[in-house]
Every structure is written in C-alpha cells, then in structure tokens.
C-alpha cells in the first residue's frame, strides 16, 4: 500500500488511531526583505507570461517549488531539499513525497537524513485526499524517526491556497488559518514559521 492509496484524515486516523485537534500552532512573522525582489520579479514573470495552474505539473514547478527553494536556503547548511524522494518504513507506509526536508545525512547528499517536513501537492485541489496523503507520510516519518515526541510537519497546498498540519506522539493538529499566494509576504512567513518551528524541536531534542 502506497501513501497515495490513502485519500482522507479520517481513513488515516482509524487506521493509525491518531487524535485530530484543530488549532493555530503556526505563529506567522513576516520576515523584512523576504521574499526578495528578485524572486518577486522572476514570480511576477511566470504569473504574467506562463499558465501557471495549466496542469499539476505547472504548479508544482512554477509556484510551490520556488516558494519552497527559496524559504528553503538559509537553512540548506543543516537541510536536505528532496523532490519525489521515496520513503519507506513498511509494506504499509511506502511512497514518494512530492516534496521532503530532512537533516542532513552525514553519510552525504544521496542520503535521507530525519524526515522534517513533507509538502505534498493537492492533485485536482482535492485537499482531503492531500491531507490523506499527506497524514500517511508524517506517521511514516515519525515510525522513521523513531521518536514519537519530535514533531513532524506537514503541508497540502495547490499553489494558491497552503494549509500546515503537525503530528506530535499520537495527536494530529491542522492549523487552523490557512494562507494563499496573494500575500506573498505572510505566505512566505507562514512557512518559515514550520521551518523554525522544526529547528526549535531539533535543538531541544539535542539539549
């Protein structure tokens, strides 16, 4: 069975006997200067002058990969960028992320180190089956980790609209305010935050 197999939370939930709670743990700052101007005028360029929502395809490389690989950069030095990496803990819980950030492997690049944050992309906007999906992914990762304490962190997004979700121990809690592509500013803060948020975790995990 593959994480795709799985097309909503409450499948998920009764299959893992994960808890669901809703609430704001994604504590948005916007961040001076970010995103830059140049990454607004290369944006601005793909909006103008290419169907962006053409396809899933069209999405996935014009919207929400340069908005990850730029949030992504001033953390490259201690995080791994993966893009359709496959993960595996059993027969069960196997796939390929749309898109993984681990630590760093210390046996190099081709590596996966611990599994992050998992970003996977609303197929036909459907973000039940995305959450599905996405859910499978962070159990697979925490069973990974193996430490259920250590948060894993996950998004659902189809380029305009982006949703935050984080698994801790058995308890699955979606955030409760979403952000779209409007307001790139607070889009861009929003996403920081989850990555800030896992650095936080790692650095108490360390102590």
Excluded at 26 to 54: K, Y
Excluded at 81 to 96: C, P, R
Aim: glycine letters at 6%.
């Amino acid at each position: 069975m593959a994480f795709s197999d799985f097309k909503t939370i409450p499948e998920v939930l009764e299959r893992f006997r994960i808890t669901y709670t809703v609430k704001d743990f994604v504590h948005i700052e916007e961040i001076p200067g970010v995103p830059s101007e140049q990454f607004l005028q290369e944006f601005e360029f793909c909006i103008q002058n290419i169907d962006v929502f053409a396809s899933e395809a069209a999405r996935c490389e014009a919207i929400i990969f340069p908005i990850l690989k730029e949030i992504y950069k001033p953390y490259a030095g201690d995080y791994a960028l993966w893009i359709q990496k496959a993960i595996n803990y059993d027969e069960t819980l196997n796939g390929t992320p749309d898109y993984l950030i681990s630590t760093r492997s210390e046996l190099g690049i081709p590596v996966v180190g611990t599994p992050l944050i998992i970003l996977v992309e609303a197929k036909k906007n459907d973000f039940d089956q995305g959450w599905g999906q996405c859910l499978s992914e962070l159990i697979a990762a925490q069973k990974i980790n193996a430490d259920t304490d250590f948060p894993v962190y996950g998004i659902v997004s189809d380029g305009m609209l982006w949703q935050f979700g984080q698994l801790v121990r058995s308890t699955f809690t979606r955030n409760r305010t979403s952000v779209t592509m409007d307001n790139l500013a607070v889009l861009f803060g929003a996403v920081n935050a989850v990555f800030k948020a896992s650095t936080e975790a790692r650095s108490e995990t360390c102590q």
